[in-house]
């Protein structure tokens, strides 16, 4: 791994991926969304995280997505490449090098929870020196059952950390932090974090960007009103179900186990 010419700062939208009714990649609708949120002044795009349904998406179909977003997004590329298989990160990391994406987040391996610190920290340093790719390392733990500690932080060369445990006091354990937690970004920018990745913001950027530019505390209104509409055990199919409405034609399909809200 090494060090990136340019930041990552402020925010980054997790895309969610777009399915037809028959379950196929709807991506007309994906490139529709991706179009809309430049419009809106977004610059950083994850693909294929938690909202994007990465966990409902075939290998071909991850790649595919990142092409795809690769050849039609002008700003910053994340590409999420977690699995519970080594050997598909190695993969993953490798083909988003060559499609030429900016940064790579990883989860740690998840379904085995409670592993080894040890074992975790191997795992992550192969991720790493198999890639030129800045490395975000992603926590969270109430999906993998693997959270990732200041020990752990310390071990892995890394570029920075996405938390979705939303656990401030991680900040100083890792170059640099990226809050999951809407109702926390205010206090997270006040205790020093770079950005942060909102899946809420794909309904409705504007709040966010202003809290990137300006990082006021009463900006965090506007933020947890947009929040409070996505938000939820039906989070992606809310803001699927909302995309729906803001973009003709977007499907509000998800791909079981999730269902519709």
């Known amino acids: ?38 419009e809106c002044g977004v610059r950083n795009l994850l693909v294929n995280g938690t909202t994007g349904e990465f966990f409902s998406l075939t290998p071909a179909e991850q790649l595919q997505l990142l092409e795809v977003a690769r050849e039609n997004w002008d700003g910053l590329l994340i590409a999420h490449a977690g699995s519970p298989v080594l050997f598909q990160c190695l993969e993953s990391a490798h083909a988003a090098e060559e499609i030429g994406a900016d940064f790579l987040a990883s989860l ?24 030129m790719l800045p490395l975000i390392l992603y926590n969270f ?30 900040i100083p354990a890792t170059p640099r932090y990226f809050v999951g ?5 205010s206090a997270a920018c006040a205790a020093g974090a770079k950005g942060f990745v ?7 950027p504007e709040p966010y960007l202003r809290m990137e530019r300006e990082q006021t505390p009463d ?35 998800v791909r079981p186990p999730l269902g519709v809200c």
């Open 1 to 38: 791994m090494k060090e990136t010419g340019f930041e990552l700062n402020g925010l980054v939208v997790p895309a969610p991926t777009p399915f037809a009714k028959s379950g196929a990649i709807d991506l007309g609708a994906f490139l529709s969304h991706l179009d809309w949120l430049a």
């Open 108 to 131: 740690p391996p998840f379904y085995f929870s409670g592993a080894p610190a040890d074992g975790l920290v191997r795992w992550f340093n192969e991720l790493a020196g198999s890639t």
């Open 141 to 170: 733990p109430k999906h993998t059952g693997n959270p990732l500690t200041p020990g752990i932080l310390k071990q892995v060369p890394h570029y920075g950390m996405k938390d979705s445990s939303a656990d401030l006091s991680l």
């Open 181 to 185: 937690g809407d109702q926390k970004i």
């Open 198 to 204: 909102s899946a809420s913001a794909n309904i409705d």
């Open 219 to 253: 900006l965090q209104a506007a933020v947890d009103a947009v929040n409070k509409r996505a938000n939820g055990p039906f989070a992606i199919a809310k803001i699927k179900q909302a995309l729906s409405e803001i973009l003709p034609g977007y499907p509000p399909h």
